[in-house]
């Protein structure tokens, strides 16, 4: 149900709302991605990543791969909206921005889930490494996916 806020809003009130929303959201997701892009880069100038195995380069290479589209696609809206922007493109800038940010989470956790095999296979050995990588991307999966689609089939976010 509406809020008295919400219904009370005219059409283009409330797509800039829900558009100023979306951006602020990306704000959240950007600043992560672009800690973790930023380490990725910096961990293949050490001098551990030159005595890396195969498999450790591999791994880190695909992570610096989906931080990049992560970095790309988190990065994209805020282009959509500045190119678009007082062409009364809102809704096709909402349409798009939300496929573009949901897949850039998406490349995200794949690219934090990669990390964190990285580093527990260097720290622990790749037996612990796999488990705990598995259990992170459980863990996206879940709090990122699973449970938002489950509130969207439900129709409003409650249990039932």
Known sequence: MASQDESSESRDQQLARNVSELLQEL???QAGVQFLFGFL??????E???RASGFEQ????????????SVALL????A??????????????LRVANLLMVTGLAC??????ATVLLLFKVVAGQAIAVVA???????FLVLWFLLQLRARRNGNGDDD
């Open 75 to 78: 990065t994209a809206p805020a």
């Open 41 to 46: 880069l910096a961990v293949a100038f050490t």
């Open 108 to 113: 995200l956790a794949v690219a934090m889930t």
């Open 27 to 29: 704000r959240v997701a």
């Open 80 to 93: 959509w909206h500045r190119v678009l922007f007082r062409q009364g493109q809102r809704p096709q800038i």
């Open 58 to 69: 591999v791994v880190h290479l695909i992570a610096v791969l989906f931080a990049t589209a």
């Open 48 to 50: 551990h990543y030159a």
């Open 133 to 139: 990588a598995v259990v992170v991307a459980l863990m």
